[in-house]
């Protein structure tokens, strides 16, 4: 018997990012909206802990206690008093160390899966502190859809959504969270970072499902970290505005971009360019909200 959970990628419609924290965390107002790349996390029964992973970046992805997979069943475990006797294979689409939080939804995914499967029934607010213990964004791989994140972005309030479509450029490689976190403090040291606060205008975009209005208030405060690492990224951002996209932006902490497109005709049009222009390594065609980490039926 084995259980499989679907969960979805993110990319942030807006991240507002406040000064750092005594305990280095930032605080956020983080806008999250789960998109249509989804990742798979199988639990099966076996004598230890163990993971595997499948797809085009699995050499990249850790096998060991550091994967979020595998920290998931283990915290849950531990809860139960159980042991985490469980093969985890992570069938991966979402781009890794992309600003997608591909490693946070499989977190969340083989929580959910690890649960089914050991018959647990632990109450949602009980995953949901779990979560939030394993990373920031791992609350919102369960959660889905769109929502307001604030604290260090696990706090979550679901926010209205209309449909938007996206296309995804994946970067060659992967940027690192703590390093793009260090640069924005690199970037604004001196200056007095203001508390950071969702747009109203914003959210009403967002509810509307007017892409041109979502196109006029997205906002990145880690675009500018992400693009003093990785400069190149500015090609790609303008390869696919130049090609019709309503916005670009990074998407988290990168270097993964997303552009904002009126529909799926656009969409495919905004995609081969990017693939034409050289300024990225592949393209994804995605819209959101997606629903959460769900078990699939057997
Ligand atoms: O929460 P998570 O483990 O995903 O965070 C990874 C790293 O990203 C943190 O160690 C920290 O360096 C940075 N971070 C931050 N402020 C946040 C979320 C993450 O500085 N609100």
């Not at 807006?14 to 930032?26: E, N």
């Not at 029934?121 to 394993?134: F, G, Q, S």
């Not at 309503?246 to 990017?274: H, I, M, N, Q, W």
């Not at 065609?285 to 057997?298: I, K, Q, R, Y």
Request: hydrophobic share 50%; glycine share 10%.
């Amino acid at each position: 018997m084995s259980v499989t959970v679907r969960v979805p990628a993110k990319v942030n419609v807006q991240l507002a990012v406040g000064a750092a924290r005594p305990d280095g965390f930032h605080a956020l107002a983080n806008v999250f909206l789960a998109v249509s790349l989804f990742d798979e996390v199988t639990a099966t029964p076996a004598a230890t802990l163990t993971v595997t992973c499948e797809g085009p970046d699995a050499d990249r992805v850790p096998l060991d206690r550091t994967n979020l997979a595998a920290r998931a069943a283990e915290l849950l475990a531990e809860r139960a008093g159980i042991e985490p006797a469980v093969h985890l294979h992570i069938a991966k689409s979402i781009p890794v160390a992309g600003g997608m939080a591909g490693g946070s939804a499989d977190g969340a995914a083989a929580l959910l899966a690890c649960d089914a499967l050991w018959g647990l029934n632990t109450p949602r607010a009980e995953l949901l502190d779990i979560c939030a213990v394993l990373g920031s964004d791992v609350p919102f791989s369960l959660v889905g859809g769109a929502a307001l994140g604030t604290g260090r972005g696990e706090l979550l309030t679901p926010v209205e959504a209309g449909a938007f479509h996206w296309v995804f450029a994946v970067a060659d490689g992967g940027l690192s969270t703590p390093a793009v976190f260090h640069e924005f403090d690199r970037l604004t040291a001196g200056t007095a970072v203001p508390e950071p606060e969702a747009s109203p205008a914003l959210l009403a975009a967002l509810a509307s499902g007017d892409p041109d209005a979502l196109a006029a208030t997205l906002a990145n405060d880690l675009q500018p970290a992400a693009l003093s690492l990785r400069p190149a990224l500015a090609d790609t951002l303008a390869a696919g505005t130049g090609a019709g996209a309503l916005a670009a932006l990074v998407s988290g902490s990168g270097p993964t971009t997303a552009f904002l497109v009126r529909d799926e005709e656009a969409a495919a049009k905004v995609a081969a360019a990017l693939e034409a222009s050289g300024t990225c390594r592949a393209t994804r065609v995605a819209s959101g909200p997606a629903p959460g980490a769900t078990v699939l039926p057997a």
